[in-house]
């Protein structure tokens, strides 16, 4: 089974659009139970109407949405977030000095501005189980990336910022796939 081109019908045109292709892919790969489909093709095409930031983080929930719509069986719901720091993030911390603050979701001017990573966690419970245990020990790092030069002493900080973005947008989705279904 493979996951097709994840950008469009066309092939990705540009750095970045290469990029989130290349990394929806191996996302979305290794997070479903392709062996339940022998013989078969998943495609997942995204098409961008406005790129107002979170572009990477937007797909992934995106794809993650339109996958339980599909009813294709996923372990757990993949969710992503974008974290940022504000102002120079990349000199070291001074820990009597804390003046820079982690961000969530960044619009697009933040992000060309500011250090950003884009993290998607996923848990080990099924899709509609509500038997999960609010324990770290059961959330996966999925998807990872950072573009942009940061102190290494922020990365724990954005990281962790991140993670609780990404169970936000899992309660969000949850409610929403939970809708649909009593639809």
Do not use: W
Request: aromatic share 2%; charged share 20%; hydrophobic share 40%.
């Amino acid at each position: 089974m493979d996951l097709l081109e994840p950008l469009s019908a066309n092939p990705p045109v540009g750095r970045q659009s290469s990029r989130i292709a290349t990394t929806l892919r191996s996302a979305f790969q290794s997070h479903l139970h392709t062996y339940l489909y022998p013989h078969s093709t998943i495609s997942i095409h995204v098409s961008v109407l406005s790129a107002d930031g979170s572009l990477l983080a937007a797909a992934i929930n995106a794809c993650t949405l339109a996958l339980v719509d599909a009813g294709i069986p996923m372990p757990g719901l993949l969710t992503s977030c974008t974290a940022g720091m504000s102002g120079s993030a990349s000199t070291p911390r001074d820990p009597r000095n804390d003046e820079l603050d982690p961000l969530l979701d960044l619009s697009l001017p933040e992000e060309q501005e500011l250090p950003v990573l884009t993290v998607g966690t996923t848990t080990c419970v099924p899709v509609g189980e509500n038997n999960m245990d609010e324990e770290e020990g059961e959330m996966k790092v999925a998807v990872l990336t950072m573009d942009s030069k940061l102190h290494c002493t922020y990365i724990d900080t954005m990281l962790a910022v991140g993670i609780d973005g990404c169970n936000q947008i899992r309660e969000l989705l949850e409610g929403v796939i939970k809708g649909s279904s009593r639809a």
